[in-house]
């Protein structure tokens, strides 16, 4: 993203008192934000899926952006080579898949990854890594993490996935009515959450314990994977998630994160500009309706110009 920073940015310093000059100033500055909200709706965003083969990778981004992405097995082993696949939509956007391969097969192939995701990190603008719910053993990846992901998180933000939550002991429990855990197995996904958080050292806002099948806490894999993000990629991972997935909280967090990355540029320039927001408004109530426009009117209502 560094090349889509605003390095044309006009400078808020300059003489803003002439007439020619102040009109030339807002000029500038409409253009801008008419640029970097373009380049942000339509942003391709790049997500990394790690995971040994079995852990229902495939499943998890079918059930999150609704498609069909990938063929999906149970029995055939991934490739050892990283995959792409490209999810479009109708804004020219999309989002790239890279479906990549899962240490743990031997030691020769586990050093090969590592040099993979080393690679691979630094290009991606997210990672989502399945880890399912029953499995004991990931002390491969432990190392893989810490090695090539950890030193890339603060451009790369990384969310831990427990997938097959459903299958969690005792599977026989699983209130199937309603879509979701028993008490007991609640308790169980609770327990080995702190434990993955435990050996992979992470804050417990980086993990999520869902189901593809049931579609159980996808909506929460959603708004945890946008409070992650960046304030100007969060809006593209809305616009391709699956919509029964998307709560309006995530949705209003995706379009002030838009106003939040533009102040953040533009600082008291803004203020030269702000009736130009009203498009903005508009915009995001055609998008996504008047309760989620009335978030970004409190937004700029809020601002201390």
């Known amino acids: 993203m560094d090349e889509h920073n605003a390095t044309d940015l006009p400078d808020d310093n300059q003489d803003t008192q002439s007439d020619p000059q102040d009109i030339r100033h807002k000029r500038e500055i409409r253009e801008f934000i008419q640029r970097e909200i373009k380049r942000i709706r339509t942003y391709t965003p790049k997500i990394g899926v790690f995971g040994v083969t079995g852990v229902g990778k495939s499943s998890l981004c079918n059930a999150l952006f609704g498609r069909q992405i990938a063929e999906v097995s149970d029995v055939a082993a991934c490739t050892r080579n990283p995959q792409e696949v490209l ?14 391969p899962g240490v743990g097969e031997n030691l020769e192939r586990d050093k090969e990854y590592i040099e993979l995701y080393q690679r691979l990190a630094p290009e991606l603008d997210l990672i ?17 993490y810490r090695t090539a992901i950890r030193p890339h998180e603060n451009k790369c933000p990384v969310v831990f ?4 939550a459903d299958k969690i002991e005792p599977c026989r429990e699983w209130d199937v009515n309603r879509r979701q855990p028993s008490g007991q197995q609640k308790h169980n996904l609770e327990v080995k959450k702190q434990h993955i958080a435990r050996e992979f050292d992470l804050a417990g806002t980086q ?3 869902v189901s593809a099948e049931e579609n159980y806490n996808l909506d929460l894999l959603v708004s945890t994977i946008v409070a992650v993000l960046p304030n100007d990629k969060k809006a593209s991972l809305v616009r391709e998630a699956k919509e029964e997935n998307v709560s309006d909280e995530t949705i209003a967090a995706s379009e002030t994160g838009i106003l939040d990355y ?8 803004l203020f030269h500009v702000r009736e130009f927001l009203n498009d903005f408004v508009v915009d995001t109530a055609a998008r996504y ?17």
């Open 87 to 100: 999810v479009t939509d109708d804004e020219g956007g999309g989002l790239i898949l890279v479906d990549v």
């Open 207 to 209: 993990l999520v314990a």
């Open 289 to 305: 309706g008047s309760k989620i426009s009335k978030v970004v009117v409190a937004w700029i209502a809020s601002k201390r110009w």
């Open 161 to 164: 996935v427990i997938t097959q």
């Open 128 to 144: 989502l890594w399945a880890i399912k719910a029953d499995d004991r053993a990931y002390a491969s990846s432990v190392q893989a």
């Open 262 to 269: 533009l102040a953040e540029k533009i600082g008291a320039g």
